[in-house]
């Protein structure tokens, strides 16, 4: 230990001292761009299911709509009731024309009784639009129900 101290007073050093300026400005700049970037993604996801339940509730809506349309003919001649599949997707587009959407897939159950309506939505990234446009796909079902006391489904 002797011989550290005298070597330290005569201005001997161990080895190169490095300066630590500057090193906690670069450790803040590095925080800094990530945790832009975390909220960046977070305000984007969060864009991102906003634009997918708004879809899923256009398509649920669709769905009802297009349910609506009964067949009148089959429903006098006895033969149940069922919707009128070619007038299903005209509804469908003419309530999603509001929004400046269309139809996808339209399909029905084997009785004719239940609509399934897929709608596709185009998302731009608020934050990250170099990740460019995406897709977003909502689903939505109706089931025909009939009734004067309760509502019957058959």
């Keep these: 230990m002797r011989v550290l101290s005298g070597l330290r007073r005569r201005g001997v050093r ?3 001292r490095r300066s630590d300026r500057g090193a906690v400005a670069l450790f803040v700049a590095i925080c800094a761009a990530y945790l832009v970037l975390v909220v960046a993604l977070v305000i984007d996801a969060g864009g991102r299911l906003r634009v997918a339940e708004r879809t899923d509730a256009y398509a649920q809506e669709a769905a009802r709509v ?3 349309q009964l067949d009148q003919a089959a429903v006098l001649q006895g033969k149940g009731f069922k919707v009128k599949q070619d007038y299903v997707r005209r509804a469908a ?9 269309r139809a996808g897939d339209v399909a029905f159950s084997g009785d004719g009784k239940v609509v399934t309506i897929t709608v596709q939505a185009d998302y731009r990234p608020v934050l990250l639009g170099a990740l460019g446009e995406r897709k977003v796909t909502g689903k939505g079902s109706a089931t025909l129900v009939h009734g004067v006391e309760k509502a019957e489904t058959d």
Excluded: E
Aim: aromatic share 14%; glycine share 34%; no cysteine.
């Design 14 to 16: 161990r080895g190169p």
């Design 93 to 101: 587009d003419a309530y999603l024309g509001l929004y400046g959407l």
């Design 66 to 68: 297009g349910g609506q």
